[in-house]
């Protein structure tokens, strides 16, 4: 009923008008930051991302947001944050990938301590100032305590990883002295899709060779990215989110439960060790990261009452390895629009916001690089064009190593029904993707099909089955996973 939908719109609209506030992010461009930002505009928020390049920040992050470029120098921060009414700092350089030798720890150092003291000065600067910084830590903090209970009160350790920690804290707590409430999240291990620890950890463990990290005895604390996005949103809205906050699942559980779990999500068996020698012999000091035993709680958390989606590690790792419902298939008959596919990819993803809302975030191209793993580097080349009928659009993709240049143009335009694209050129011998959107009560529901013929001719099967369609499932869920964040579930 048309009545019936423009109230939905109406209403929706201005839940999204009394919510609005601007949110500068540093660290928008990685693993947390690109969860973050969607997670922050659904709730009707602007997000002003510090960034190095803005024309990374706009691929990896879409057409919605703003770009202050650290480039511009100490006044355009200060100007920016002059016009926001709060900051999250995810800036940090990654503590795993490199030895931590003297030049790699003061990168690691710089990253943290340095921009997070660029950023307080910024806000002490500002006028007015935003009313709250929601700042990163680690549980790298407590070092490596065995089989004791930890909490937001126990005592730091002293090691390299403990002091960086303690060291970044100290710089976002200075906020404090210009009015600011200051909520420092102290991160266990964060598990997602595409990205973060879980993507060096998922290989060996899909072919059956992944196991427990050293002992498999220390403790494995943990948390899926959905619930640390949801704990900075908390965070940031209320205001009992004051101090040090662990962020972490409320589920305890040793390296050797961990490979367990994941070997039972991916339904591998998980018994092959990795000694903590050969460990520390690729990674030097820095494997005290994957090492060391902290038996966390998220002792302030669960006073405030937050509650995790994924509470249990079971049920993070389903939803991670698993995800959205995805169908490939052989295809016998194919349409007449799609001549000479050869397999057919089938989803269906409902979200919940209107059909307007959701049809103009997809038919925007900008929008592409946010729905695309960070991996696959994806880019527009030239101006980004207007959809409509007719419209073509290229864009450069990289596929593992190989660089790929690809070219779409719109066959089917429909809005807000649907659109049609099929590929010009580019990898596929056939590629046509019809996006269907229909509104369904209070929710849109976005049906996803595809079309295709593999390369290779004669070993087209054989590509498909070994490295294209896991690719595409993979693609696919990722982009549910970010369509979650953006506009959340019924």
Known sequence: MPGAHTAQLLRYRQRMANAARRILVTGATGFIGRALVPRLQREGHRVVVWARSETRALALLGAEIDVVSIAAGQEALTAALSQCDAGVNLAGEPL??????????????????????????????ASPRPRVLVSASAVGLYGDRGDEVLDERSVPAADFLARLCRDWETAAERATQSGLRVVLLRTGVVLGRAGGALAQMLPPFKVGAGGP????RQYF????????????????DDDRYVGAINAVAPDLVTSRIFA????????????????ALALRAIFGDAAVVLLASQRI?????????FAWQFPSLDAALH??????PLKISRIADTPSAATGAKYTLGTSTVVAAP???????????ANLGLITPAAMRFRIVGQVPVLTQGVTIDYRVRVGPLPISWRSRIVDWDPPNGFTDVQVRGPYRVWRHEHVFRAQGNTTVM???????????????LANRLFIAPALREIFKYRADVIRMRFGSP
């Open 260 to 275: 367990r779990t994941l070997g039972r999500a991916l339904a591998r068996p998980a018994l092959l060790p990795t000694p």
């Open 213 to 216: 990290i050293g002992s498999g």
């Open 297 to 305: 709680e998220p002792t302030v958390a669960r006073r405030l009452g």
């Open 447 to 461: 049906d996803d099909r595809v079309y295709y013929a593999a390369p290779a001719g004669i070993l087209g099967a």
């Open 355 to 365: 059909l307007d809302d959701v049809f103009s975030f997809f038919s925007k191209p």
């Open 319 to 324: 939803d991670i390895v698993g995800g959205a």
């Open 96 to 125: 795993l990938g490199k030895r931590w030798t003297p030049a790699r720890k003061t990168v690691l150092r710089a990253s943290r301590i340095d921009v997070t003291g660029q950023l307080v000065t910024a806000i002490e600067a």
């Open 221 to 236: 604390p943990w948390i899926h990215l959905y619930d640390l996005v949801n704990l900075i949103v908390a965070a940031l």
